[in-house]
């Protein structure tokens, strides 16, 4: 095979919302209500542009926030099912599995996310934030991936160095600004559903039709 490490994004390319694009919108208004969660959201967007409020302090206020609120594993959990997996995805991850490729989830999201509309997947690498629930389903803390806005690539090096893979060999599928600096890293960067000419200009291939399927058609 050409390729011997398929990874992607989650919100927008393996995952798409109910009622929101992305889980972080989802769980601030489920947790936080429609009004607050919004503007809270809005408000530490904002900071993290400007500058003044770090991807981990951006993590730390939300969990932070949520703690306060007595957010449990549930809240979470039903969060996640207000997602889906997007169209074609589930086949995708287990043809690419068939064939023997090795995969990964490099995302800004949470692992619950995963961990709930993929409970038996084959992905090897899953580079996202976590968080550790008590015995009553509380938050008892978090931790934050290092792997996102604009180091996304540096998770495809390292999967790359322990497993002996050149970085010509790796397949990223993302749709997201965050996802530019590691579409043009790897091997063969697909923007699936791009948000942006920005995304589309990064990759190799554009994917324009909502199946994730179509990526079949260049590996």
């Not at 990874?7 to 429609?34: A, K, M, S």
């Not at 060999?169 to 942006?196: C, M, R, Y």
Request: proline residues 3%; glycine residues 8%.
């Amino acid at each position: 095979m050409k390729y011997k490490l398929v990874c992607f994004d989650l919100d927008g390319t393996l995952v798409e919302g109910i009622d929101h694009p992305q889980y972080w919108n989802t769980l601030h208004r489920h947790i936080q209500g429609e009004k607050k969660g919004a503007a809270f959201e809005e408000e530490c967007i904002a900071r993290f542009k400007a500058g003044t409020l770090s991807y981990k302090e951006w993590l730390d206020e939300d969990m932070g926030d949520f703690q306060r609120l007595g957010a449990t594993k549930k809240d979470f959990e039903d969060a996640a099912k207000r997602h889906r997996p997007m169209n074609g995805a589930e086949k995708t991850i287990a043809e690419l599995h068939k064939r023997g490729y090795k995969l990964g989830v490099i995302s800004g999201a949470l692992k619950i996310l995963v961990d709930t509309l993929f409970p038996n997947y084959p992905f090897e690498d899953v580079f996202v934030n976590e968080i550790d629930f008590d015995e009553k389903g509380l938050i008892a803390g978090w931790k934050d991936t290092v792997y996102d806005q604009g180091s996304k690539y540096k998770a495809l090096h390292a999967i790359c160095e322990r497993e002996g893979i050149s970085i010509s060999e790796t397949v990223f599928v993302g749709n997201g600004e965050n996802d530019i600096d590691i579409l043009k890293e790897a091997g063969l960067g697909i923007a699936f559903l791009p948000e942006s000419e920005k995304v589309s200009a990064a990759a190799d291939v554009v994917v324009t039709e909502p199946d994730v399927r179509k990526i079949l058609d260049f590996l």
